[in-house]
């Protein structure tokens, strides 16, 4: 069967660096993207990864490596605004989203 | 409007009533979906529209039945559902659906409880 695991849930401090992984196991790949849902808000988008290595965006960056069905999730300089729910999800081989349940990223100030 | 909406936002039914779950995209996409999110648990992917056209049904019960009449609107319509059919459900759109790298738009999603 499919899958993707992440943790249930984590813990950091406000001002620190934190990681949150993602692995998988799906029949064929065809991207990772990851999520943030705010609580009781719409799931909205934060990177695409489709080849290996490591794609910045500002304080967020994503890495990737296929070969061992891994990525993660590289969150700096965190702020309270950043206590949401991350989601990771792969694209299988027939192009269908494959949903991890998501890591609830509580900050503490 | 922009984005996605949807209403109504939150929605309290007995298991013999009918309602309807609208969404409507603002963005011009030619692909919707409808989502099941229960706690704790992935998203569901329970149908899709490419072209108003269904391409996905992923073994959903039929008290669920969607309508898509354009490109920009999609209907959930529910009956005789059950207790465990209380959830968080959630639209999307994207640009494209099949071999297509785009990311998916969420609506804020319906809180359905069913009594």
């Known amino acids: 069967g499919q899958n993707i695991d992440q943790p249930t849930e984590m813990t950091a401090t406000e001002g620190a660096i934190v990681q949150i992984n993602c692995t998988y196991q799906?029949?064929?790949?065809?991207?990772l993207f990851w999520y943030q849902q705010h609580a009781g808000e719409a799931p909205t988008f934060l990177s695409y990864?489709?080849l290996d290595g490591l794609e910045e965006k500002g304080r967020f960056s994503s890495f990737l490596s296929r070969s061992k069905g891994y990525s993660y999730l590289l969150l700096k300089e965190l702020q309270m605004k950043d206590s949401a729910s991350y989601l990771c999800?792969?694209?299988?081989?027939?192009?269908?989203?494959?949903w991890g349940a998501g890591t609830k990223l509580i900050i503490k100030p | 409007e922009t984005g996605v909406t949807q209403t109504p936002r939150h929605l309290v039914m007995g298991m013999t009533n009918k309602k309807s779950l609208k969404c409507e995209q603002h963005?011009?996409?030619?692909?919707m979906y409808w989502y099941k999110q229960s706690a704790k648990k992935p998203l569901e992917l329970m149908f899709v529209?490419?072209?108003?056209?269904?391409?996905e049904n992923n073994s959903v019960p039929s008290r669920f039945s969607p309508e898509c009449p354009n490109s920009s609107h999609l209907f959930l319509h529910l009956h005789t559902l059950q207790p465990e059919d209380s959830a968080l459900y959630l639209c999307?759109?994207?640009?494209?659906?099949?071999?297509?790298?785009?990311?998916?738009?969420f609506g804020p999603g319906t809180r359905l409880t069913v009594t």
């Open positions: 799906t029949s064929g790949f065809n991207g």
């Open positions: 999307a759109s994207s640009q494209g659906e099949t071999g297509n790298p785009y990311e998916q738009y």
């Open positions: 529209y490419s072209l108003e056209e269904r391409v």
């Open positions: 963005l011009g996409h030619n692909a």
């Open positions: 990864n489709v």
């Open positions: 999800a792969v694209r299988d081989s027939n192009y269908q989203l494959i």
